[in-house]
Protein backbone atom coordinates (compact mmCIF):
# COMPACT_ATOMS: atom_id res chain seq x y z
CA UNK A 1 0.00 0.00 0.00
CA UNK A 2 2.62 2.86 -1.01
CA UNK A 3 0.25 5.52 -2.14
CA UNK A 4 2.14 8.65 -2.79
CA UNK A 5 6.04 8.96 -1.96
CA UNK A 6 8.14 11.29 -1.75
CA UNK A 7 11.91 11.33 -2.05
CA UNK A 8 14.39 12.59 -0.26
CA UNK A 9 12.53 13.28 2.80
CA UNK A 10 15.38 15.79 3.90
CA UNK A 11 17.96 17.35 1.81
CA UNK A 12 20.12 20.33 2.71
CA UNK A 13 21.76 21.70 -0.46
CA UNK A 14 24.17 24.90 -1.41
CA UNK A 15 22.71 28.06 -3.52
CA UNK A 16 23.11 27.06 -7.42
CA UNK A 17 23.05 24.01 -6.77
CA UNK A 18 20.38 21.85 -9.04
CA UNK A 19 17.77 19.70 -6.84
CA UNK A 20 15.52 17.23 -8.01
CA UNK A 21 12.59 16.08 -5.53
CA UNK A 22 11.16 13.12 -6.48
CA UNK A 23 7.40 12.10 -6.25
CA UNK A 24 5.68 8.62 -7.39
CA UNK A 25 2.16 7.53 -6.91
CA UNK A 26 0.56 4.44 -7.63
CA UNK A 27 -3.38 5.13 -7.99
CA UNK A 28 -3.06 5.76 -11.49
CA UNK A 29 -4.47 9.35 -10.40
CA UNK A 30 -4.49 11.78 -13.09
CA UNK A 31 -4.26 15.36 -11.23
CA UNK A 32 -0.61 15.36 -9.28
CA UNK A 33 0.72 18.78 -7.64
CA UNK A 34 3.51 20.26 -5.96
CA UNK A 35 3.13 22.96 -3.13
CA UNK A 36 5.19 24.45 -0.88
CA UNK A 37 4.54 25.30 2.55
CA UNK A 38 6.46 28.02 4.40
CA UNK A 39 5.54 29.73 7.81
CA UNK A 40 3.66 32.83 7.21
CA UNK A 41 2.14 31.69 3.48
CA UNK A 42 0.50 28.11 4.50
CA UNK A 43 0.36 26.15 1.57
CA UNK A 44 0.98 27.66 -2.33
CA UNK A 45 0.78 25.67 -5.42
CA UNK A 46 3.78 25.62 -7.34
CA UNK A 47 3.49 23.33 -10.42
CA UNK A 48 0.54 20.76 -11.20
CA UNK A 49 -0.14 18.25 -14.08
CA UNK A 50 -3.40 17.46 -15.43
CA UNK A 51 -1.91 13.90 -17.12
CA UNK A 52 0.98 13.24 -18.63
CA UNK A 53 2.89 15.11 -20.91
CA UNK A 54 0.38 18.14 -19.47
CA UNK A 55 1.55 20.32 -16.89
CA UNK A 56 1.10 23.83 -15.83
CA UNK A 57 2.19 26.68 -13.46
CA UNK A 58 0.63 27.37 -9.93
CA UNK A 59 1.33 30.55 -8.17
CA UNK A 60 4.93 30.35 -7.26
CA UNK A 61 6.36 28.51 -9.56
CA UNK A 62 9.15 30.71 -10.81
CA UNK A 63 12.70 28.69 -9.90
CA UNK A 64 10.73 25.24 -10.80
CA UNK A 65 10.78 23.35 -13.65
CA UNK A 66 8.66 19.96 -13.84
CA UNK A 67 8.30 17.13 -15.74
CA UNK A 68 5.88 14.09 -16.04
CA UNK A 69 7.04 11.75 -18.56
CA UNK A 70 5.02 8.92 -16.80
CA UNK A 71 1.33 9.29 -14.88
CA UNK A 72 2.38 7.50 -11.85
CA UNK A 73 6.06 10.51 -11.46
CA UNK A 74 6.33 13.87 -10.58
CA UNK A 75 9.78 15.11 -10.40
CA UNK A 76 10.30 18.91 -9.21
CA UNK A 77 13.59 20.28 -10.34
CA UNK A 78 15.12 23.50 -8.60
CA UNK A 79 17.34 24.21 -11.29
CA UNK A 80 19.32 26.91 -9.70
CA UNK A 81 18.59 26.68 -6.00
CA UNK A 82 18.43 29.92 -3.84
CA UNK A 83 18.25 30.19 0.12
CA UNK A 84 14.22 31.91 -0.68
CA UNK A 85 13.79 28.03 -1.96
CA UNK A 86 14.01 26.68 1.61
CA UNK A 87 10.61 25.16 2.47
CA UNK A 88 8.73 22.01 2.75
CA UNK A 89 7.60 20.40 -0.20
CA UNK A 90 4.76 18.90 -0.59
CA UNK A 91 3.46 16.40 -3.81
CA UNK A 92 -0.08 15.68 -3.92
CA UNK A 93 -2.36 13.65 -6.20
CA UNK A 94 -6.40 12.76 -7.15
CA UNK A 95 -8.75 11.26 -9.75
CA UNK A 96 -10.09 15.05 -10.33
CA UNK A 97 -11.87 15.44 -7.33
CA UNK A 98 -10.30 17.81 -4.92
CA UNK A 99 -11.92 16.20 -2.01
CA UNK A 100 -9.81 13.34 -2.18
CA UNK A 101 -6.21 15.58 -2.49
CA UNK A 102 -3.91 12.80 -0.93
CA UNK A 103 -0.55 14.07 0.09
CA UNK A 104 2.80 12.58 0.46
CA UNK A 105 5.01 13.09 3.29
CA UNK A 106 6.82 16.05 2.26
CA UNK A 107 10.53 16.95 1.82
CA UNK A 108 12.16 19.18 4.25
CA UNK A 109 14.48 21.46 1.62
CA UNK A 110 17.79 23.12 2.88
CA UNK A 111 19.75 25.72 0.81
CA UNK A 112 22.78 27.04 2.55
CA UNK B 1 -7.20 38.99 -4.57
CA UNK B 2 -8.49 35.88 -3.24
CA UNK B 3 -7.70 34.70 0.25
CA UNK B 4 -8.24 32.45 3.26
CA UNK B 5 -8.25 33.90 6.48
CA UNK B 6 -7.97 31.30 9.69
CA UNK B 7 -8.35 31.91 13.42
CA UNK B 8 -6.79 31.40 15.94
CA UNK B 9 -2.93 31.04 14.84
CA UNK B 10 -2.90 28.80 17.77
CA UNK B 11 -4.94 27.32 20.40
CA UNK B 12 -3.69 25.62 23.36
CA UNK B 13 -6.60 23.33 25.71
CA UNK B 14 -6.93 20.41 27.90
CA UNK B 15 -8.38 17.05 27.02
CA UNK B 16 -12.17 17.08 27.63
CA UNK B 17 -12.65 20.63 25.79
CA UNK B 18 -14.61 22.21 22.99
CA UNK B 19 -12.43 24.15 20.37
CA UNK B 20 -13.99 26.06 17.10
CA UNK B 21 -11.62 26.97 14.74
CA UNK B 22 -12.69 29.93 12.25
CA UNK B 23 -11.88 29.93 8.74
CA UNK B 24 -13.24 33.36 6.31
CA UNK B 25 -12.29 33.52 2.79
CA UNK B 26 -13.23 35.92 0.09
CA UNK B 27 -13.11 34.38 -3.22
CA UNK B 28 -14.43 34.66 -7.06
CA UNK B 29 -16.55 31.70 -7.82
CA UNK B 30 -16.38 29.84 -4.97
CA UNK B 31 -16.90 26.50 -5.59
CA UNK B 32 -16.11 24.31 -2.20
CA UNK B 33 -14.36 24.32 1.12
CA UNK B 34 -12.59 21.96 2.31
CA UNK B 35 -10.81 21.09 5.66
CA UNK B 36 -7.60 19.23 6.44
CA UNK B 37 -5.90 17.97 9.33
CA UNK B 38 -1.98 18.35 9.63
CA UNK B 39 -0.39 15.97 11.82
CA UNK B 40 3.35 15.04 12.14
CA UNK B 41 3.79 16.09 7.88
CA UNK B 42 1.11 15.46 5.00
CA UNK B 43 -2.18 16.77 5.51
CA UNK B 44 -4.72 14.65 5.56
CA UNK B 45 -8.96 15.41 4.65
CA UNK B 46 -11.67 16.17 6.59
CA UNK B 47 -14.47 17.68 5.15
CA UNK B 48 -15.47 19.06 2.55
CA UNK B 49 -18.47 21.64 2.49
CA UNK B 50 -20.01 23.63 -0.78
CA UNK B 51 -23.52 24.06 0.63
CA UNK B 52 -24.44 26.87 3.51
CA UNK B 53 -26.03 25.43 6.56
CA UNK B 54 -25.47 21.43 5.77
CA UNK B 55 -23.61 20.27 9.03
CA UNK B 56 -20.60 17.82 8.40
CA UNK B 57 -19.75 15.20 11.16
CA UNK B 58 -16.98 12.98 11.36
CA UNK B 59 -17.14 11.16 15.41
CA UNK B 60 -15.93 14.21 17.46
CA UNK B 61 -15.64 16.33 14.43
CA UNK B 62 -17.97 18.48 12.75
CA UNK B 63 -18.05 21.26 10.29
CA UNK B 64 -20.06 24.17 8.82
CA UNK B 65 -20.32 26.78 6.35
CA UNK B 66 -21.97 30.03 5.91
CA UNK B 67 -22.05 31.25 2.47
CA UNK B 68 -23.59 34.56 2.87
CA UNK B 69 -21.09 35.71 5.51
CA UNK B 70 -17.98 33.43 4.09
CA UNK B 71 -16.78 31.52 6.63
CA UNK B 72 -16.64 27.95 8.34
CA UNK B 73 -16.07 26.34 11.57
CA UNK B 74 -14.54 23.39 12.62
CA UNK B 75 -15.69 22.29 16.06
CA UNK B 76 -14.16 19.52 17.95
CA UNK B 77 -15.76 18.34 20.87
CA UNK B 78 -14.46 16.20 23.98
CA UNK B 79 -10.77 16.80 22.58
CA UNK B 80 -8.14 14.37 23.20
CA UNK B 81 -4.24 14.56 22.89
CA UNK B 82 -4.57 13.24 19.16
CA UNK B 83 -6.63 16.27 18.31
CA UNK B 84 -2.92 18.30 18.19
CA UNK B 85 -2.06 18.93 15.46
CA UNK B 86 -2.68 22.05 12.18
CA UNK B 87 -6.24 22.33 10.82
CA UNK B 88 -5.64 23.71 7.25
CA UNK B 89 -8.97 25.44 5.64
CA UNK B 90 -9.22 25.65 1.61
CA UNK B 91 -10.82 27.31 -0.65
CA UNK B 92 -11.99 25.31 -4.38
CA UNK B 93 -13.23 28.08 -7.26
CA UNK B 94 -15.11 27.48 -10.21
CA UNK B 95 -12.70 27.86 -13.36
CA UNK B 96 -9.67 27.37 -11.24
CA UNK B 97 -6.96 25.20 -12.22
CA UNK B 98 -7.58 21.61 -10.79
CA UNK B 99 -6.13 21.20 -7.61
CA UNK B 100 -5.27 25.42 -7.30
CA UNK B 101 -6.70 25.31 -3.78
CA UNK B 102 -6.21 28.42 -1.70
CA UNK B 103 -5.06 27.30 1.66
CA UNK B 104 -5.28 29.99 4.66
CA UNK B 105 -2.14 29.80 7.30
CA UNK B 106 -3.80 27.13 9.55
CA UNK B 107 -4.61 26.86 13.00
CA UNK B 108 -1.86 24.92 15.62
CA UNK B 109 -4.11 23.29 18.38
CA UNK B 110 -2.35 21.79 20.97
CA UNK B 111 -4.59 19.62 23.28
CA UNK B 112 -2.97 19.17 27.04
CA UNK B 113 -3.24 15.87 28.89
Known amino acids: DAGITQSPRYKITETGRQVTLMCHQT?????MFWYRQDLGHGLRLIYYSAAADITDKGEVPDGYVVSRSKTENFPLTLESATRSQTSVYFC???????????FGSGTQLSVL | EDKVVQSPLSLVVHEGDTVTLNCSYEVTNFRSLLWYKQEKKAPTFLFML????IEKKSGRLSSILDKKELFSILNITATQTGDSAIYLC?????????????FGKGTKLSVKP
Open chain 1, 92 to 102: ASTDGGNEKLF
Open chain 2, 50 to 53: TSSG
Open chain 2, 90 to 102: AVDRYGGSQGNLI
Open chain 1, 27 to 31: WSHSY
